[in-house]
């Protein structure tokens, strides 16, 4: 499958994309993917979501909120973008409130021409 295939995939993503197409699978939707075409299917649907997603504690969530919101009114087998469409935006991170102090701020300045010296 190229490049994105499911081995490339964190883990977390796999569990969460496979438990929503699990859920579409029984369901029981219109046009749903062939039985001897799910194994394909599961990784296009990966591979689409993939592109979307990299930390783990924000974007868990937001692919189960996709497919939930999807669940709701859901009638015909979706896209992955339609899941993809429905996932909210990530919350945004709290703001860095640490101050460094001049002494810190020397401190690695230091350690910094030294790791440069290093090269």
Known sequence: MGDWA???TPQWVREEVSNGVQA???LRLR???AADTIELTMDVWLAAI???VSIEQL???RIKEG???FFVKAREWPAPAQIIELMPPRKPLPAITHEISAEQR???KERLRK???GL
């Open 50 to 52: 993939a592109h979307k």
């Open 67 to 69: 497919f939930r919101r």
């Open 31 to 33: 046009n749903p993917p």
């Open 59 to 61: 974007d868990a969530p």
């Open 24 to 26: 579409l699978i029984v």
């Open 6 to 8: 499911p081995g490339t």
């Open 106 to 108: 020397l401190l690695n």
């Open 115 to 117: 790791l440069a010296e």
